[in-house]
């Protein structure tokens, strides 16, 4: 299966991220909600398979955030793993492990 990639960009374009869409479109409709609320939290992004380690962001309504996917179609987004994604964003650092990420 070919697995197309989007980029979280971050700031003014300085930090970016690329990530499998399906993976993109779940951080973005968490992102958007807690934002939306004016709450601040922590996305930490490990690399399993490179040797690059992990990112860690500070999202806050003030800083500009970008969601680039790659495909026209929406990912379908899978109810219970967005709860528990804002579970551990509720609790101040939403982490994504993600095999297919890779930092720019």
């Known amino acids: 299966m070919n697995t197309t990639m989007g980029t979280l960009v971050y700031g003014i374009s300085s930090a970016q991220v690329q990530l499998p ?3 993109l479109a779940h951080v973005k ?6 934002l939306r609320r004016n709450e601040s939290f922590a996305l930490m992004i490990r690399f399993d398979d490179s040797d690059q ?5 500070w999202l806050h309504p ?3 955030l970008q969601f680039r996917f790659e495909s026209d179609d929406r990912s379908e987004l899978d109810r219970p793993l967005l709860e528990a994604l804002m579970q551990k964003a509720n609790s101040g650092e ?9 930092p720019h």
Do not use: H, W
């Open 62 to 64: 003030a800083i500009p």
């Open 29 to 34: 409709a968490i992102a958007l909600l807690k």
């Open 94 to 102: 939403l982490t994504i492990n993600c095999s297919s990420a890779s």
């Open 53 to 57: 380690g992990r990112t860690t962001l």
């Open 21 to 23: 869409d399906p993976e």
